[in-house]
């Protein structure tokens, strides 16, 4: 009787670790759909953004005679766009967004050496996207700016933004939204850290501006990480205990 006894608790606790292991792969898996959610919506956004800007382009050459270096960087920016739709439909994990904003980086690159063809003038400068919105396009300097609650650094920034930082004025941020707050989506946490990656990834110095207190991540990204293994190890127990409890419940003392 006490080895049946046993056999049948061996085989009670080993279900329970079993439910517990399924309940942590399914807690992970909405975990991950959730830190996915927002940063697709940001990364499709972006994608429209480019298509708006494709739009207004092919409205400003209507009836203009291209060349074929024209035609070229005009097709490159096309292949970008509907490259980065794909993409953009198939992400499954915040770290793919790099790719995504990899190609809109390049798409926008080719409209700028369009204009610049176009009006006659030298190709630009392969520069990193505008700091405060990538959207904006290719920044044409860096300026000194001190981010809520940081230091002061050099960033890229479009005309626009140069100019507002330059009289004190706010630039005009992409923002991004974290619980109830609407924050600059560099502070929206690791999971935006991969959209930035894929614009500035193939500018050294740029790497280390979002190090520190931008992408918000250091001690607390620990917290959530032993977090989510105290909640696996939680779901274990609580799966074993209601095993063994199911278990006794059918025997009388």
């Not at 898996?29 to 207004?56: C, F, K, N, W, Y």
Request: glycine share 14%.
């Amino acid at each position: 009787m006490e080895l049946v006894l046993l056999v049948l608790v061996l085989v009670a606790a080993l279900g329970a670790v079993v439910v517990g292991s399924r309940a942590g792969q399914r807690r992970r898996a909405a975990q991950a759909e959730a830190e996915l959610a927002p940063v697709r919506r940001l990364v499709e956004e972006d994608v429209t953004a480019l298509g708006v800007e494709l739009q207004e382009l092919d409205t400003d050459l209507a009836g203009q005679p291209l060349g074929a270096g024209e035609n070229a960087d005009y097709q490159r920016a096309l292949d970008a766009y509907e490259a980065a739709k794909t993409a953009a439909d198939a992400l499954t994990a915040p770290d793919q967004v790099r790719h995504v904003t990899e190609i809109l980086d390049d798409g926008r690159y080719a409209m700028s050496c369009v204009r610049a063809r176009v009006a006659g003038q030298p190709l630009p400068t392969r520069r990193p996207p505008c700091f405060f919105d990538p959207r904006h396009g290719l920044s044409v300097t860096d300026v000194a700016y001190v981010p809520p609650g940081g230091v002061q650094r050099d960033v890229p920034a479009c005309a626009l933004d140069a100019e507002r930082v330059r009289v004190g004025a706010e630039p005009d941020v992409r923002k991004v939204m974290v619980g109830s707050q609407r924050v600059p989506y560099w502070q929206g946490g690791r999971a935006y850290e991969p959209y930035a990656q894929g614009y500035y990834g193939a500018f050294g110095p740029m790497q280390w501006m979002f190090m520190g207190m931008m992408f918000s991540g250091g001690l607390d990204g620990l917290g959530e990480g032993l977090g989510a293994v105290g909640e696996g190890v939680g779901d274990m127990l609580g799966g074993i205990g209601e095993g063994l409890g199911d278990m006794f419940d059918g025997f009388d003392f």
